[in-house]
Every structure is written in C-alpha cells, then in structure tokens.
C-alpha cells in the first residue's frame, strides 16, 4: 500500500500556471473520488513548528492521571481540554454500539471569537474556552503555532480542492473565513492487557468536517481505511507529509462524487508494535458555524436532486461530537 498511497507536491500546484494548476487538480479530483486520503507533502508547515507542538503533546500524555486530570473537559460533551482513556466511542456517530476506544486526548478549539458572534450554541460548544493545562511549559504557545500554521495550509487545501472542482479557487474562502476547527493530540496508551472484544484503539468512523491532516507517528501502524474494493487497507505514514482525508460535509458539497471514508485505528498484532504506545496530530477542518453546505450543482448530472439537505456547519457537528462521548 506504501506504494501505492498517493503523495501531492503541495507546493508546485501552487507554483503552478493556470494550465497545469488543472491539471493537478483533476489529478486531486481522481483520488477523492476513489478513497478521500491523499498524503500532503511540500506543505510549508515549518519543522520546528511541527516539532514543539509534538514533544509538548508526548510530555503531557507522560504527566500522570491526576496532572492531566486538571485539564479536563469539565462536563459531558464539552469539547475541549483533556478526555482520559475509554470516554469515546467514535462508532456511535454512526450509531453502531461498541465498547470505548482505546485511546486518551487532548482537545483545543479556535484561537479567537469572531467579531459580533452572538449564536449561544456557537459560544457554548465550538468557541467554549479550551481548558489549558499547566504543565509541561510551553505546551500552549507550541499548541497556538501549530493551530494557526493547520489553518493556513488547511485553507490552502481547499483552494486545491476548489480547482480540483472547476470551481474559482477562492469559492470556498467565504465558508471559512471563521472556522470552527479543532485540534486533537491523540495517545493510544501502551496496551497491557488484551482489548474487549470489538474494541480498538479508534473505532470505525468518517470525519464530520470539510477535512481532516492527520500527523500520524513515524512507523507506526494501525491507521485503516475501507478501499472500494469494501476491504481495510493500512494507510502508512509518509515521511515529511501529513495525511489527508475528506470529510462528511465535502462528501455532502460534491453529492459523494468525493468520498467521505470510513476509517479506524486498529490494534496491530505484538510483533507489529500493537501493544506499544502510539501519538498522533488530528486537525479537523470545520467551515464557519453559520455557512450552510449546499450541494453544488457542477457535481449534479442533468436532473439529478441532491442526495442529501443543506446542513449548517455548527450544528451538524455539535450533533455528531455528542453522540460520541461517552
């Protein structure tokens, strides 16, 4: 699968003249019809960025119970702060019962509050104030850097993806000009006993947003998805890239000409570093609360309706997050 994962040159496409700028977006447009991953490389994400927000993540995962228990997410359902082991059950967003996922989190939302925000849900749930830990030092502005340089690339995906659509590159900039996006570090600890039956480290789910860039740990395995072929098939981590994959609302946006794909964590055999700790980056990408996610009509053949109705951004993932905290 190494082989075969494709890997997009992020920075020639926008090198690229208007000619070959198509070109590479129908290239973008093949794969998100097939499986919605793609690995990212030549991002202009700095290293040293990358590097500070990864090193604080893996110390504060090493605290104990009780110091990461301060940060903790203050009732059930409040999305930011520090969520323990088996409290999700990422599966019952789609409403399949499983037993808790085997993993623990570390959850911030945006860095700001849009000018004139009075939408009480917005303000209780997406632009609720993240429940910072104190330790280890420098944890929150290596968090905020790396927040900030995920949506600038994350907005430069979806130029991409508005090429790749034959859409104006900047369509999508009016939807995510203040958007709700999230940061999780995620720790799947050291296993020592063997899991419940069914239970893994991230149960099987799509992603709720426009897009997802994962920064999973270098060798490390687990990270499935469902090709069309209807198998699991192991996604690796590429050396220098992040990992991309569509999300329910893209799927909803093109009427599934872009797939929305089902992926879990899966717990590897012991030889394969199953029972060993594991870390990842998550930054999902959310458009604004408000925008309202239409499907677009370049992705409708003649007389053809929409498969599904306009959903407002905010509420649609307010609904999905909530069902999956346990």
């Not at 690339?153 to 590159?169: N, Q, T, Y």
């Amino acid at each position: 699968m190494a082989a075969q994962f494709p890997v997009f040159d992020l920075g020639r496409f926008e090198k690229a003249d208007a000619e070959e700028r198509q070109r590479f977006g129908a290239e973008v447009d093949a794969i998100c019809r097939s499986t919605g991953f793609l690995a990212i490389a030549n991002h202009g994400v700095p290293q040293q960025v990358i590097d500070a927000v990864w090193g604080k993540a893996h110390d504060f995962f090493d605290l104990s119970q009780d110091e990461k228990q301060k940060a903790r997410a203050c009732y059930k359902g409040y999305p930011y702060g520090y969520l323990g082991p088996e409290l999700e059950a990422l599966a019952k967003s789609r409403d399949v019962d499983s037993p808790p996922d085997l993993k623990e989190s570390f959850n911030g939302g945006p860095l700001s509050v849009p000018a004139g925000m009075t939408d009480e849900q917005a303000l209780a749930f997406c632009y609720a104030p993240t429940i910072w830990p104190d330790t280890p030092d420098g944890f929150v502005p290596a968090w905020k850097a790396y927040y900030a340089a995920l949506e600038d690339l994350a907005a430069r995906i979806m130029r991409l993806f508005a090429v790749s659509l034959k859409l104006p590159e900047d369509y999508f900039d009016a939807f995510i000009d203040a958007p709700i996006s999230a940061l999780r570090a995620l720790n799947y600890p050291e296993q020592t006993v063997p899991p419940k039956p069914g239970q893994l480290r991230a149960g099987a789910h799509t992603d709720y947003g426009s897009l997802t860039i994962l920064l999973p740990q270098a060798g490390s395995r687990g990270l499935e998805l469902i090709t069309p072929d209807g198998n699991w098939t192991p996604v690796p981590p590429v050396p220098g890239a992040f990992v991309i994959n569509i999300g329910d609302l893209m799927a909803l946006w093109t009427n599934d000409r872009w797939v929305s794909t089902m992926h879990r964590v899966v717990n590897p055999s012991p030889e394969d570093g199953g029972m060993a700790r594991r870390q990842s980056l998550a930054f999902f990408h959310q458009p604004n609360w408000d925008a309202e996610i239409i499907c677009l009509e370049q992705c409708l053949a003649p007389g053809e309706a929409p498969k599904y109705a306009p959903v407002r951004s905010g509420p649609y993932l307010m609904s999905k997050f909530q069902a999956t905290t346990k």
